[in-house]
């Protein structure tokens, strides 16, 4: 499989180099030049697959090139070895709504689900090659564990993770902060997350920077990792007995539901996707009313989502404009410079796949209370979303993504019915345990000084 980047058709690249690049040098994103659509006969094959021998078909048409089917195989077999559920997610209801959770990995958010496999990818890649690596990662709270998580301990890598200064839940903050590996580095911006994000990037941009300490990327925007997410949207068709569904995703930076339009372009029958936003409503109001215009990002009680730059749409505006990278390319122009409104053409493809809704923090609450005291069930801020921009659509007969556990949340779920779940018993010593980080200004050459000086 041949790649390019979404603003500049006329380069070729491998498997290989996106997934260590994760970002192309002219600022776009990594898309496949063609895509496997199943027919029916082809996806009623894959039925009866376990998770991790759908996750193996799936991803192996992205990566043949880089890595054997029997080994990746064997890699993914070990990267969900880590998790509560043999299966890796489980279905369960919520009256008429079925959720399903993505939270049983190490770091109980769904964001586990690709980064252990991209975690021991960068294991296999660097058993090839001989070569340190320096993973440079911004966190609106539960990429930073997952990434920290997949990586600690792994040879011949280090992780720098920057994290929004005191917008994070502590719960999200602890899984990171009390891992004690050396090649783990906690930074704390003093700034939101798309400062944070903002910061990679211009590192990522700065070439001579990055090639010098060999930067590698595991931002949703790695397209190793959109595809280990395609795989749980299959899997949910086939339990669910081949019906054509919808799906609420409870979206942040468009890479989880994202994942789900891939699914949905390789042929498998999803009817709506439906983005669910917090506040920070940007693409709420894109798909609504064609607005991609960001805002100030405003603090919830749904950290993972307060993101107002949500880096893969990129992937969407490209496959909306019939794939023509010139095009995207000046669109983005119009999108960094804060002025896009989606033109109407577009607006229209684009509800033919997704609908859209935003829940404000007194509905987030609300859903909680609801949810708990009819289903006996404790959502998660974000889940809650989901099922609130479902119900807010009269979408009731659909799939929500349950994003994270409602343990990592305790002060929202405090607030909304006066409980909150406890930490499975294996993550219960990082209430205790000495966290490590540091604090650095907004300001990129001063993250780059830090970097530099542990490399
Ligand atoms: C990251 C995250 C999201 C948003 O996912 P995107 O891929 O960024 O849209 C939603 N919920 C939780 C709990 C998350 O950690």
């Not at 078909?57 to 998790?83: A, Q, R, V």
């Not at 580095?185 to 920077?209: H, R, S, T, W």
């Not at 983005?332 to 997704?354: A, C, G, P, T, W």
Request: aromatic content about 10%; charged content about 25%.
């Amino acid at each position: 499989m041949k790649y390019i980047s979404t603003r500049d058709s006329s380069k070729d690249f491998n498997f290989e180099q996106i997934f260590i690049k994760g970002l192309a040098d002219d600022g776009g994103l990594y898309v496949p030049k063609s895509l496997k659509r199943y027919s029916s006969d082809e996806l009623y094959k894959l039925e009866n697959l376990s998770y991790n021998e759908l996750s193996t078909e799936l991803i192996n048409l992205f990566s043949e090139d880089f890595i054997s089917k029997e080994e990746l195989s064997s890699l993914i077999k070990k990267s969900y070895s880590t998790f509560r559920e043999k299966e890796v997610i489980k279905l369960s209801n919520l009256g008429e709504i079925i959720l399903l959770e993505l939270f049983h990995g190490p770091t109980l958010a769904f964001k586990d689900i690709a980064m252990q496999f991209i975690g021991n990818l960068y294991e296999y890649y660097l058993s090839k090659n001989d070569k340190k690596i320096n993973i440079v990662v911004a966190t609106s709270g539960d990429t930073g564990a997952a990434a920290i998580n997949a990586i600690k301990g792994k040879s011949n890598l280090n992780i720098f993770v920057l994290h929004p200064n005191n917008k994070i839940s502590s719960v999200q903050r602890k899984i990171m902060t009390t891992i004690d590996e050396k090649n783990v580095f906690n930074i704390a911006i003093e700034g939101n997350f798309d400062d944070c994000q903002n910061i990679v990037k211009q590192m990522f941009c700065d070439l001579e920077f990055s090639k010098s300490i060999n930067m590698s990327g595991v931002n949703s925007i790695n397209w190793a990792r959109i595809i280990a997410q395609t795989v749980y949207y299959f899997y949910t068709y086939f339990k669910l007995g081949k019906k054509t569904i919808s799906f609420s995703v409870p979206t942040g930076n468009f890479g989880d539901v994202f994942a789900g339009y891939l699914a949905k372009k390789m042929g498998l029958p999803i009817d709506k996707l439906i983005v669910a936003t917090n506040e920070n409503d940007i693409l709420h109001r894109a798909i609504s009313k064609g607005d991609y215009v960001s805002r100030e990002v405003r603090e919830t009680i749904s950290p993972s989502m307060d993101i107002q730059l949500a880096s893969n749409f990129e992937r969407l505006i490209y496959y909306v404009n019939n794939s023509d990278s010139e095009k995207t390319a000046q669109i983005m122009k119009k999108v960094n410079q804060n002025s896009y409104q989606i033109e109407k053409n577009n607006l229209e493809i684009i509800r033919k796949d997704f609908l859209s809704e935003s829940c404000n923090e007194q509905e987030i609450l609300d859903i909680i209370k609801k949810n708990y005291e009819e289903n006996n069930i404790i959502l998660d801020p974000h889940t809650a979303i989901g099922v609130g921009a479902a119900k807010k659509i009269s979408f009731n007969d659909c799939v929500v993504l349950s994003t994270a556990h409602p343990c990592k949340f305790p002060d929202a779920t405090k607030n909304a019915i006066n409980k909150y779940e406890k930490l499975p018993e294996e993550l219960e010593y990082v209430l205790n345990k000495k966290e490590n980080f540091q604090v650095l200004k907004n300001n990129t050459q001063e993250v780059k000084n830090f970097v530099k000086s542990k490399v």
